[in-house]
């Protein structure tokens, strides 16, 4: 058990709607990312964020946001939803921002869209 | 093509066999290099963790990094029936800023085999 908790598992949705993910990390750590997996991209960076504050950016669409609560939880948004955003979306949370810091997974969540 | 190449198997092996996986990369920045495995329906699990070139062993598994090939292998000894998982490959790049972003490998299927 990495520590790190998302949910919910599975969410199957269709076109054009609107799902939240979220993700509460490691006890003590304070940065969170995001990441998805698809079968023909492997895992993509989306976003960071530290202590509340985004850190970086990766492939992350417009339709996509996400933030950080007070109590270092995450969130991820994603809207206007399409055929191709069906895709494991992975949390991970390090204890600090700065490269090179070992990140630690969660188990997922699978959406699908219909 | 994409910064980090992982041959995306499967391999076959027999309980027994030494393993070895290896991601090859293009971007001399990366600085910091893991291995993280992952079995079907569950996130990546961080196994190894190095800094710049060199090796590091840990029980059963070795990793090693070849700056000058820009080239990283894992070993796993005495591999097991249990080690049947998804190995990926992941490095992050020393930046000026924050930000700890991981590139990630594509994985490798290994099945081992009683």
């Known amino acids: 058990d990495s520590g790190v908790t998302q949910t919910p598992k599975h969410l199957i949705t269709a076109t054009g709607q609107r799902v939240t993910l979220r993700c509460s990390p490691r006890?003590?750590?304070?940065?969170v990312y995001w990441y998805q997996q698809s079968l023909d991209q492997g895992l993509q960076f989306l976003i960071q964020?530290?202590?509340?504050?985004?850190?970086a950016k990766g492939n992350i669409l417009e339709r996509f946001s996400a933030q950080q609560f007070p109590d270092l939880h995450s969130e991820l948004n994603l809207s206007s939803l399409e055929l191709g955003d069906s895709a494991l979306y992975f949390c991970?949370?390090?204890?600090?921002?700065?490269?090179?810091?070992?990140?630690?997974f969660g188990d997922g969540t699978r959406l699908s869209i219909l | 093509q994409k910064e980090v190449e992982q041959d995306p198997g499967p391999l076959s092996v027999p309980e027994g066999a030494i393993v070895s996986l290896n991601c090859t990369y293009s971007?001399?920045?990366?600085?910091?290099f893991m291995w993280y495995r992952q079995y079907s329906r569950k996130g990546p699990e961080l196994l190894m963790y190095?800094?710049?070139?060199g090796n590091k062993e840990d029980g059963r598994f070795t990793a090693q990094v070849d700056k000058s090939s820009k080239y990283i292998s894992l070993f796993i000894r005495d591999s097991q029936p249990s080690d049947s998982a998804t190995y990926l490959c992941?490095?992050?790049?020393?930046?000026?800023?924050?930000?700890?972003?991981?590139?990630f490998g594509t994985g490798t299927r290994l099945q081992v085999t009683l």
């Open positions: 190095t800094y710049s070139s």
């Open positions: 971007n001399s920045a990366f600085q910091y």
């Open positions: 964020y530290y202590n509340g504050e985004e850190r």
């Open positions: 991970a949370s390090s204890v600090g921002s700065r490269e090179g810091q070992p990140q630690h």
């Open positions: 006890s003590g750590d304070l940065s």
């Open positions: 992941a490095m992050s790049q020393i930046n000026t800023g924050t930000a700890s972003k991981l590139t």
